[in-house]
């Protein structure tokens, strides 16, 4: 069995192998992990920042329906705005206890990064488990704040094409080249182990 920074022994929590794909990414961009079934929502959100990875700097919620989760804020609630249940009462199995079952992650809401997650499998319990664990990806997570999906795959072009009137300032701002492909699960696994329990 993978080991995989919950705390406690992991003895009687079912287990839960989820896929995380960046909605309108082509080639997919993705990861999967697996983390307890009674993983809090604030949690979740530090662990998909890591595997993605993304820079932690913006707002985000979970969404089920037209249930929102996050950390809740009262002056969103003023503007009428749909109320926003706080993501700490909540855990991963309560947003979708059998395994096919999906919701969305939202990351930085002006960019709009949405993130299709999907429950794989429901893995039974394993004392060895310690923290959450990458099994794999694909392609490299966008940099934060280049315009959503549209603005990163014109960044793409821009970089590709010396000729194109951004590619020097585009290049500058990536700091040098940027691999569309690249993913390091050996990485990932590493930052996922450093996260506090």
Not at 23 to 43: C, E, F, N, T, Y
Not at 80 to 89: F, P, R, V, Y
Request: glycine share 10%; charged share 25%.
């Amino acid at each position: 069995m993978i080991r995989a920074t919950e705390p406690g022994d992991g003895g009687g929590v079912p287990l839960y192998q989820l896929k995380i794909t960046l909605k309108w990414s082509q080639p997919a961009i993705w990861r999967r992990g697996v983390v307890r079934a009674d993983m809090k929502l604030d949690r979740l959100h530090d662990v998909i920042q890591i595997l993605m990875p993304w820079t932690n700097s913006h707002m985000h919620q979970f969404i089920v329906g037209r249930t929102f989760y996050g950390k809740p804020d009262r002056e969103f609630a003023s503007m009428g705005m749909s109320e926003t249940l706080n993501e700490k009462q909540y855990t991963v199995a309560e947003l979708a206890p059998a395994a096919k079952k999906k919701f969305i992650y939202e990351y930085d809401f002006g960019d709009g990064w949405q993130h299709d997650v999907t429950v794989e499998k429901i893995l039974p319990p394993d004392a060895g488990f310690k923290h959450p664990v990458c099994l794999g990806g694909a392609n490299a997570c966008p940099p934060d704040d280049c315009g959503g999906i549209p603005g990163y795959y014109n960044l793409l072009e821009a970089l590709v094409n010396p000729k194109h009137p951004d590619h020097e300032h585009l290049k500058d701002w990536i700091g040098g080249e940027w691999d569309a492909t690249r993913f390091d699960l050996e990485d990932t696994n590493k930052m996922l182990k450093r996260l506090k329990p």
